[in-house]
């Protein structure tokens, strides 16, 4: 029930910094907890972020905790991954995916209702 698009992926050399964002259609996007995974070929897709409605409280992996900051402009629609100290294990397609409501699964893919269409990282050593 929600439309998700994307962007700001790309290619960029290890240590280096990113930022994508995932816009979301709606007037109740406020109501919907966001969260970020990313694959790679031949991979499961692995929980990387999430996010409360209200922004209040964030989640990461532990292999994203400290370099990666999660964060959301409701009144924009908008969700925010800002990736710094980038790595060559962080390179994947990044799928921003929107939840009705906040649970406690948040790392789970089946917790998400829509998904968007992904965009490549590249991160190159």
């Not at 290619?11 to 709606?26: I, K, P, T």
């Not at 060559?88 to 406690?104: F, G, I």
Request: aromatic content about 12%; charged content about 20%.
């Amino acid at each position: 029930q929600v439309q998700l698009v994307e962007s700001g992926g790309g290619l960029v050399q290890a240590g280096g910094s990113l930022r994508l964002s995932c816009a979301a259609s709606g007037r109740t996007f406020s109501s919907y907890a966001m969260g970020w995974f990313r694959q790679t070929p031949g991979k499961v897709r692995e929980f990387v972020a999430a996010i409360t409605g209200s922004g209040g409280m964030t989640y990461y992996s532990d292999s994203v905790k400290g370099r990666f900051t999660l964060s959301r402009d409701n009144d924009k629609n908008l969700v925010y991954l800002q990736m710094n100290s980038l790595k060559p294990e962080d390179t994947a397609v990044y799928y921003c995916a929107a939840s009705r409501y906040w649970r406690s699964s948040y790392r789970l893919e089946s917790t998400y209702e829509d998904w968007g269409q992904g965009t490549q990282v590249t991160v190159s050593s």
